[in-house]
């Protein structure tokens, strides 16, 4: 049986971009499946009660820091968004959309990079139209399937099932039946991976 472990990420979350960048490395080396969950995470946050951490005034100053820390930690790009934060809800459908498709990690390495790396504001049509062209990406096509009834329903009943689930933020991680959440909690998903 393949050992797999469930991602659910919103582009929006800059922790879940740090989180994104390491699961490559935790796939190689447990040999294990990723199973990616798009969700949104505004939706999260309503079902749950929870909020944003940068709600917080002195959260969000010390969270700033500490994404830096972790991102030179992991040797990875990092820029805050400084129009942070941007409405994702059309970024996600794509994300949805694109699932399945040969496409999908095109997509995803684009927007990560393109928010977090780049610090774009890719909640504007004409931004992110150009931005995905220069990836490849029809900007056009993924308009279209972004607004079928079918993709918005499904990112609704995901971002449902998530909460269902526990899910309070992003990123969270399911091994088994096992959750963890947070990019610092990575370490666990990889025990659990090893151990499974």
Not at 15 to 42: H, S
Not at 58 to 82: I, T
Not at 92 to 103: F, I, L, P, S
Request: glycine share 10%.
């Amino acid at each position: 049986m393949t050992k797999t472990v469930e991602f659910f990420f919103d582009f929006g979350s800059p922790t879940t971009y740090l989180a994104y960048r390491q699961l490559p490395r935790i796939l190689a080396e447990t040999g294990a499946e990723l199973i990616w969950k798009p969700v949104l995470l505004g939706g999260i946050f309503q079902a749950s009660g929870n909020v944003s951490p940068m709600n917080v005034p002195a959260k969000a100053a010390w969270m700033s820091r500490d994404m830096k820390r972790w991102a030179e930690h992991y040797g990875v790009g990092f820029k805050m968004n400084p129009h942070f934060p941007i409405n994702t809800l059309f970024l996600m459908r794509g994300a949805t959309g694109m699932q399945g498709t040969d496409r999908f990690t095109a997509y995803v390495e684009a927007i990560f990079t393109g928010l977090w790396q780049e610090g774009l504001n890719l909640g504007d049509t004409e931004i992110l139209r150009e931005y995905l062209a220069r990836h490849g990406i029809d900007f056009e096509a993924l308009k279209t399937l972004a607004a079928s009834d079918e993709v918005k329903l499904s990112l609704k009943n995901a971002t449902e099932q998530a909460a269902g689930r526990g899910v309070f933020g992003c990123p969270t991680f399911f091994v088994g039946e096992e959750m963890f959440f947070g990019q610092d909690r990575l370490l666990f998903v990889e025990k659990a991976l090893k151990a499974s």
